[in-house]
């Protein structure tokens, strides 16, 4: 059965491909995803009389057809999988009738290729190593599985403690969804849950063939009935920046600025993501990481990386934020 765009309300089996029921569609995935997003337009958005017979959720096929200045019959077959390949004219026709953002246009073009690779195996190195490394600032890197493959002591430390062993688990998807430590870490729990749940939607919807990917989604679905209420949104998220809110039980609640640093593995591939986190200048959060900062172990060599996550020690990023170190408390 395939997971990408299926509103799940129990457990479901198979490779990742759409929402019918058979494996790796994407022919299907691109009409689900069609069809949520219709459904999401209210006739009084776009200045239609709803009426009292409308049986329908959000637009009528013929009504978004109309508002894309496409036939009927050939929005249909779409939905429906019995169209393949539509134009790149098509696509920007379609995504501005259905006014999507820009990660939801992209994950529509993704769907409209009908390339097919599993996700690439990306083994983590000393260059990203020394990267990470370098960083004076909490930071974390992922693959498209949403495992966590590098990370510094700071990083570590925010997301729940990355460089003790079995203290939790190293994909991050699954940690938030089935560690109920992760909701101490994310005050803002619900936000960060729908992160990943659209982080891998846009991953399966890369990578319908890969089975890791269904594996991991499949056992999020049956353990998850959270997981099963946010996949079914059917919402799409791509790593960008912004701010989280992340406790930690030394600092209590800090807000921070994050970025995302992309590394793709090759054209067209997601690769992986680095997560960096920033206080503002002078603040009480840069304070306060300073003094999170001062109470990490002594600096660890690395161990082979075998597509599992190493522990790794920033060289000079705790020094750098003690030098702004202070006292000052943190709410928690």
């Known amino acids: 059965m395939d997971l990408l765009n299926q509103p799940v309300s129990a457990p479901v089996t198979g490779p990742v491909g759409g929402g019918g029921s058979r494996p790796g569609d994407t022919r299907r995935a691109l009409g689900d995803f069609l069809r949520a997003r219709r459904e999401r337009l209210t006739p009084e958005h776009i200045g239609v009389a709803a009426g009292r017979r409308r049986r329908v959720p959000g637009l009528r096929r013929e009504e978004l057809a109309q508002r894309a200045g496409i036939s009927v019959d050939y929005y249909v077959r779409l939905e429906q999988g019995r169209a393949t390949a539509p134009s790149p004219e098509v696509l920007d026709a379609l995504a501005a009738a259905l006014e999507l953002d820009a990660a939801e246009r992209r994950h529509l073009a993704t769907l409209a290729d009908l390339r097919r690779a599993p996700a690439p195996r990306l083994p983590v190195g000393p260059r990203l190593h020394r990267i990470v490394d370098a960083l004076a600032l909490p930071a974390f890197a992922t693959d498209p599985h949403t495992r966590v493959r590098a990370w510094n002591p700071l990083g570590a430390a925010l997301m729940g403690g990355l460089a003790e062993p079995g203290r939790r688990d190293p994909n991050q998807a699954r940690w938030i969804f089935l560690d109920p430590a992760a909701r101490e870490v994310f005050p803002d729990w619900e936000a960060r849950a729908a992160e990943a749940a ?47 809110r992340v406790r930690h039980p030394l600092t209590g609640v800090l807000h921070l600025d994050y970025e995302t640093l992309h590394l793709p593995a090759g054209p067209g591939e997601t690769g992986l993501v680095v997560h960096v986190f920033s206080p503002a200048d002078d603040s009480p959060e840069s304070r306060a990481l300073a003094r999170l900062a001062a109470t990490l172990p002594p600096p660890a060599g690395p161990v082979p990386d075998a597509g599992r996550p190493m522990p790794r020690r920033a060289s000079g990023g705790a020094e750098d934020l003690m030098t702004r170190g202070a006292q000052d408390p943190m709410p928690r």
């Open 198 to 244: 659209g982080q891998l939607r846009v991953a399966a919807g890369r990578y319908p063939d890969d089975r890791e990917l269904a594996a991991l989604i499949t056992g999020l679905s049956g353990q998850s009935a959270e997981f099963r209420r946010i996949w079914g949104a059917g919402e799409v998220t791509m790593c960008a920046g912004g701010q989280k």
